[in-house]
């Protein structure tokens, strides 16, 4: 009677066929394509031979484990290169798999991936994975979903198949259990921190041993069939002979003995037979369990060293990049060592900057009280504006009070001289009454014209009064004029010296700022170290200083403009108050002189007026032409400039792409100089290189971090280069300013061209006046006349004609 053994789905017992029967290979094929099938994929497939380029694979692990992600697979997979290295990032994507789950480990331990990798054309490789895929997916947490997918146009043959297939990895895991248990004692694991033991060396010694168990394994598998098959033979020879004996027993019951003795001898060294065949049995499977545990361990072994080979790879890579790296590190390393000692200097640095940043609070204190007295000031004059508002409303209501108190007291003294007439006319009737005892019938016409003359008289004072409170409020509104006049030159004075002020302390801070700069500028030529904190605040500090300086700049200017205006508007209003009070203005009211000299005098002053005009646009004028002058200039500094700074950005580009080739030019070479020397070493010579390497790599790590920064600081620059570019190739500001210059250039161009006008129209005009007032019939001409009129340009007679008073009052007021 034979004991059952484990075999494997390959050693069913094959049915004998008839005629086109299918085989029991082209069973478990179809059997493996309708179970691969169940699985989502995009393409179902047909034949195993569909299975080796790996992509059927990376869709059933992502059907099983959406996280799953293989992006660097070949697609489509034609050459042996791109299939074998489909096939092993899938195997290593299936392994992770099954690691992550504690009662699927041991299956990634049952079978050989870099053997079925490499030999992709054996259909039994790609069955032994689709076996373990299939058991996975059924243990695992889809057995719900695929298991019915998997068994829907399955026979029952292949239902069958399928079931055997799943037992024997059943068996095959109890078995593997088993032996776990029962080895001695685990084997030493490989050290993977010796970093100078050789790894290449190590794995394949590693697999020479694994190779030498495998063939032993072989050995005493044979030997225990072997084994097995005698003692089953002892065994049924034992019973023949039991059977024998006892039916020589019973033929020769008491004539046999020696029969028997020879019967009983041979049955003790047949038993002794069986217990050296049972020892050896015995031996032989602990020996199989011992090298099956062996064989789990170096499995895994074969693994860490297949990941450690993966592992040399990646920093064999590392290194070859990094050594391209170590020429650029190298220029630093001069650098890092002139900053051991820079602590002082970069103290006293410190210092300085704190020294700046106080002065520069003091800066911004100084232009908020600025800008706090610049709104008090402006309160004031709207203050100012209202109380003199206020005031001129009180002198006009004065003025009209004053008239009315005028035109009261002149009616007052015509009735009294009215009354004191009409009482010298009666006590002229009564003298004449008392002389001549009678009175005449007919009334003397005298009263009458005495009274139409009072009338005359009294409308004409009216009618001088009102021009001379014409006159007056005139004078008054240019007293109004001339105190805001000489407010506003107050208040200019006033901003002229806080201005100095302001400017006095501006130039103590640049020059200061200009103190600190050489001092900075000669720190850092010795302090180069980018990757220090310290040095990376000292920038961000003096970043914030010069975006100060040149707010405290832009403000200057501005103050410097505002102030320029300032004068413009003082000039316009000089003129302005001398134009009120020129005699030009006053020249028509001098109408009781003499009309010749009273001509001359007009066009004389007109022409004076004009000329102090003219004088005065042309100042303004020149100001705005020089200042549009220095914009110019100002602007074609900056378009140098920025023309400058775009040379160097390109060139800055240019010289960053050749140092880009020459990088990649070197880690070429590099790598072919780095794989020939390896290939040439000997097993010593690469110990050393390996740990020359490996403190190669520490070093450059840590270096590697500097240079990151150092780069990161380079497009920073350039970013703020390109934008500084775009900025001034734009010119927005600049050219809406440009323009507004040039229209209030051309409106005072045209104003002066308009002034010219008039003066000449207005000087033809003063002529032919001229002309015309000296063909006026009123004009004296005796002798005696022009002494009458001279004569009544003194005092005022009581009698005298209005236009003479009229006269005398405007004489009098005249400057």
């Given at each position: ?8 789905p390959?050693?069913l017992a094959d049915?004998p066929?008839?005629g086109?029967?299918?085989t029991?290979a082209?069973?478990k ?5 309708k179970c691969?099938?169940g ?6 497939i047909?034949s195993?031979?569909?299975?080796d380029d790996?992509?059927v694979?990376?869709e059933i692990?992502?059907d099983?484990?959406?996280?799953i992600s ?7 997979a ?5 299939k074998?290295?489909?096939?092993e ?5 299936l ?9 699927l480990?041991?299956l990634a ?5 870099r ?6 054309e ?9 076996a373990?895929?299939i ?9 719900g ?5 998997m ?16 037992e ?14 029962a080895?001695?004692?685990?084997k ?12 290449e ?14 063939k032993q ?7 225990l069939?072997?084994?097995q098959?005698?003692?089953?033979d ?15 027993r ?10 028997i003795?020879?019967?009983?001898n ?11 065949q ?7 499977k ?5 090298c099956?545990?062996?064989?789990a361990q ?6 860490k060293?297949?990941?450690l080979?993966?592992e040399?790879?990646?920093?064999t890579n590392e ?33 300085v ?11 911004e ?9 610049e709104?008090?000031i402006?309160?004031y ?10 005031l001129?409303?009180?002198?006009e209501q ?5 008239d ?7 009616e ?12 010298s006319?009666i006590n ?5 009454i ?5 009175v005449?019938l ?13 009338q ?15 006159e007056?409020?005139?004078l ?16 200019l004075e ?5 201005e ?6 501006l130039?103590?801070?640049?020059k200061?700022?200009?103190v ?8 850092l ?9 310290l040095?990376?605040?000292l ?16 403000q ?12 413009r508007?003082?000039?316009?209003l000089?003129?302005?108050c001398m134009?009120l009070?020129?005699?030009?203005y ?5 109408t ?11 066009t ?7 000329e ?20 110019r ?5 900056l378009?140098?400039?920025?023309q ?12 960053r792409?050749?140092l ?16 020939e ?7 010593d ?6 740990q020359?390497q ?5 070093k450059?790590?840590e270096?590697c ?26 010119g ?7 323009a ?25 005009r ?9 063909r006026?019939?009123?004009?004296p ?21 209005p236009?003479?008073?009229a006269?005398r ?7």
């Amino acid at each position: 009677m034979e004991s059952p053994t484990i075999a494997p789905p390959e050693s069913l017992a094959d049915a004998p066929t008839k005629g086109n029967a299918p085989t029991k290979a082209q069973i478990k094929q179809s059997m493996f394509i309708k179970c691969l099938n169940g699985f989502e994929l995009e393409n179902k497939i047909e034949s195993l031979e569909q299975l080796d380029d790996g992509i059927v694979f990376s869709e059933i692990l992502r059907d099983l484990d959406p996280e799953i992600s293989l992006p660097t697979l070949t697609k489509p997979a034609v050459k042996w290169v791109d299939k074998t290295a489909n096939l092993e990032a899938v195997f290593k994507a299936l392994d992770k798999y099954l690691y992550g789950m504690p009662d699927l480990e041991w299956l990634a331990r049952s079978y050989d991936p870099r053997k079925i990798a490499r030999n992709f054309e054996d259909v039994n490789g790609l069955c032994e994975v689709a076996a373990v895929i299939i058991y996975a997916s059924v243990k695992g947490p889809h057995v719900g979903r695929l298991v019915p997918a998997m068994r829907a146009n399955m026979s029952e043959t292949e239902s069958a198949l399928l079931m055997q297939t799943l037992e024997a990895k059943d068996k095959e895991n109890r078995v593997m259990a088993s032996s776990n248990k029962a080895a001695a004692a685990p084997k030493k694991s490989l050290d993977t921190t010796d970093s100078t033991r050789d790894l290449e060396l190590q794995m394949e010694e590693d697999r020479a041993r694994m190779l030498m168990l495998q063939k032993q394994n072989a050995d005493l598998n044979t030997r225990l069939d072997h084994a097995q098959l005698a003692c089953e033979d002892l065994k049924d020879r034992n019973a023949a002979l039991l059977g024998e004996l006892d039916d020589a027993r019973k033929s020769q019951s008491g004539n046999a003995d020696a029969r028997i003795k020879y019967l009983e001898n041979h049955i003790r060294e047949l038993d002794e037979l069986i217990a050296t065949q049972e020892m050896t049995i015995s031996e032989d499977k602990e020996a199989l369990a011992r090298c099956r545990n062996e064989i789990a361990q170096l499995s895994k072994t074969a693994e860490k060293a297949q990941s450690l080979e993966d592992e040399v790879k990646v920093l064999t890579n590392e290194n070859a990049e990094l050594s391209k790296k170590a020429n650029v590190a190298a220029r630093y390393k001069d650098k890092l060592e002139r900053l051991k000692h820079s602590e002082k200097d970069i103290e006293t640095l410190n210092y300085v900057i704190s020294g700046l940043e106080d002065k520069v609070k003091i800066l911004e204190k100084e232009q908020l009280r600025a800008e706090a007295q610049e709104k008090i000031i402006g309160n004031y004059r709207e203050w100012q504006q209202r109380h003199e508002t206020d005031l001129n409303d009180m002198r006009e209501q004065k003025n009209m009070l004053a008239d009315q108190l005028a035109h009261r007291t002149q009616e007052l003294q015509r009735l009294l001289d009215q009354r004191a007439l009409d009482e010298s006319l009666i006590n002229e009737l009564r003298e004449q009454i008392a002389g001549n005892g009678d009175v005449p019938l007919s009334p003397s016409p005298e009263p009458g014209a005495q009274r139409d003359e009072s009338q005359h008289e009294v409308a004409a004072l009216k009618l001088e009064i009102q021009k001379i409170k014409a006159e007056n409020n005139l004078l008054r509104n240019n007293m109004g004029i001339a105190s805001a006049t000489d407010q506003l030159r107050a208040e200019l004075e006033a901003s002229k010296r806080n201005e100095a002020r302001l400017t006095d302390k501006l130039h103590e801070v640049r020059k200061d700022y200009a103190v600190a700069q050489d001092q900075l500028q000669g720190l850092l030529n010795n302090t180069t170290d980018e990757g220090s904190q310290l040095f990376r605040d000292l920038q961000r500090t003096m970043f914030q200083s010069r975006q100060d300086r040149d707010k405290a700049q832009e403000q200057s200017r501005k103050l410097e403009a505002e102030v320029k205006d300032r004068d413009r508007e003082l000039l316009a209003l000089k003129t302005d108050c001398m134009l009120l009070y020129h005699p030009a203005y006053r020249g028509s009211k001098l109408t009781n002189l003499n009309h010749h000299f009273a001509d001359k005098v007009a066009t004389q002053s007109s022409v004076d007026a004009l000329e102090e005009l003219k004088k005065t646009d042309q100042l303004i004028s020149n100001s705005l032409r020089d200042e549009l002058d220095s914009l110019r200039t100002a602007f074609d500094s900056l378009k140098l400039d920025t023309q400058e700074q775009q040379k160097q950005l390109i060139e800055a580009l240019v010289s960053r792409e050749k140092l880009r080739k020459e990088l990649e030019d070197a880690n070429n070479g590099a790598q072919q100089t780095a794989a020939e020397g390896l290939a040439g070493l000997d097993r010593d010579a690469s110990n050393e290189l390996m740990q020359k390497q490996a403190e190669k790599l520490e070093k450059l790590k840590e270096k590697c971090q500097s240079l990151l920064a150092q780069l990161q600081k380079n497009e920073q620059e350039r970013y703020e280069l390109q934008r500084r570019l775009k900025a001034a190739e734009g010119g927005e500001a600049y050219a809406s300013l440009k323009a507004a210059t040039d229209q209030i250039i051309k409106n005072l161009q045209r104003e002066n061209a308009m002034i010219s006008t008039a003066w000449y129209d207005l000087t033809s005009r003063l002529q032919s006046n001229h002309v015309v007032l000296q063909r006026r019939q009123d004009m004296p001409k005796s002798w005696l006349n022009k002494q009458r009129q001279m004569v009544n340009a003194g005092p005022q007679r009581p009698g005298a004609p209005p236009e003479q008073a009229a006269y005398r009052h405007r004489g009098q007021m005249s400057p």
